[in-house]
């Protein structure tokens, strides 16, 4: 399909014209830049909510309430899976389709799992090309799922307005557990799994750990609140808290302050989309080569090719 027969396909909010964007977004190139920047006005009214944590702390689980609690409320949701290994791993993902068939026959509910094969800039390039194109198409919020497994979480988190911490019970006396970084990434803590022995404590332990870093600077206290996501508690809670942080960032500078992250993260992936694609050549591979002899560096080589440009 055409770009000019899918956008308004796309914006009216057709899920098919939505899946088809993404792969074509996904696929890169001239045509996925065609595709985002007629998107992109049309771009920037969704809530956009991150949920990480460690693997199996019930993310998956969550986003399934979280997203039948919201279409309750007449809201519609956007969901991207984020499996950083292979959509193919088996288990979670197929775990995951299943719990998630009651939402399946919804039109108010988009679900795509994206995996790290492609392009340049990897998974949390293609993750904010997926968002966009869930905005443009006029859904109301768009949640994102992604493992805790290092940096990727914070780039991902950087892609969201709010992010949403999944902790479990059982960090013990262990504090060290919560990873560092994710302190700082956090707007939401939620101790899932609230159904087991230890969630009260993990609860004040993860209060006591964000009050010795102070007053927060954008004044914003992230709240810890406990949940049994699969059974549906703690879910009205944390969409209360969620939708209190947006109103959060708009009524500040927070919401500008993500907006200006947000597009410089943008313009930064582009210029070296586009600058690398411009310069791969016969140039180029003469210098690959002459830095494998090390007759040759990086840096000088990367100033040689700008002068180029
Ligand atoms: N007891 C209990 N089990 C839960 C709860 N929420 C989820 N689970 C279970 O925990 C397991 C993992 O849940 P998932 O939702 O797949 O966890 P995940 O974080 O998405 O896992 P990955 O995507 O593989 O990292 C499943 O067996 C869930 O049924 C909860 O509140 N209490
Ligand atoms: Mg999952």
């Known amino acids: 399909m055409r770009i000019p027969d899918l956008l308004p396909r ?9 899946a088809r964007a993404i792969s074509l977004a996904e696929q890169g190139g001239p ?15 969704a809530h956009i909510v991150g949920i990480t944590g460690p693997p199996g702390a019930g993310k998956s689980t ?5 997203a039948l609690e919201l279409r309750s409320l007449g809201r519609t949701v956007g969901i991207v899976a984020v499996d950083p290994t292979s959509p193919f791993s088996g288990g979670a993902v197929l775990g995951d389709r299943i719990r998630m068939q009651a939402l399946c026959g919804d039109p108010g509910v988009f679900i795509r799992s994206m ?11 293609a993750t904010a090309d997926a968002v966009a194109l869930i905005d443009a198409a006029g859904f109301d919020i768009a949640l994102i799922e992604t493992v805790g497994a290092g940096q990727g979480e914070v780039d991902i988190a950087r892609a969201a307005q709010t992010t949403i911490v999944v902790e479990v019970p059982g960090m013990g006396d262990d504090v060290q557990s919560i990873k560092a ?8 803590f939620v101790v899932n799994k609230a159904d087991r022995d230890g969630a009260d404590k993990t609860v004040r332990q993860l209060r006591s750990m964000l ?13 810890v609140l406990p949940a049994v996501a699969s ?24 919401a500008d302050a993500h907006a200006r992250a947000a597009a410089e993260g943008d313009l930064r992936a582009a210029v070296q989309e586009l600058a690398i694609e411009r310069l791969r050549g016969p140039a180029w591979d003469a210098l690959v080569a002459k830095i494998v002899a090390r007759r040759g560096d990086p840096y000088t080589a990367a100033e040689e090719l700008l002068g180029a440009l």
């Open 211 to 223: 009050h010795l870093g102070g007053p927060p600077a954008d004044g914003w206290e992230p709240p």
């Open 181 to 188: 970084g994710v302190l700082e990434i956090a707007d939401l």
């Open 231 to 254: 059974a549906g508690q703690g879910i009205a809670e944390i969409i209360a808290e969620a939708d209190r942080h947006a109103t959060h960032l708009r009524a500040g500078d927070g």
């Open 115 to 125: 995996a790290s094969r492609g392009r340049l800039g990897g998974l949390s390039r």
């Open 31 to 45: 045509p996925a830049r065609e595709l985002l920047a007629a998107v992109y006005p049309h771009a920037g009214r």
């Open 62 to 66: 969550l986003v399934n309430a979280l």
């Open 10 to 18: 796309l914006l009216a909010g057709d899920r098919r014209a939505l």
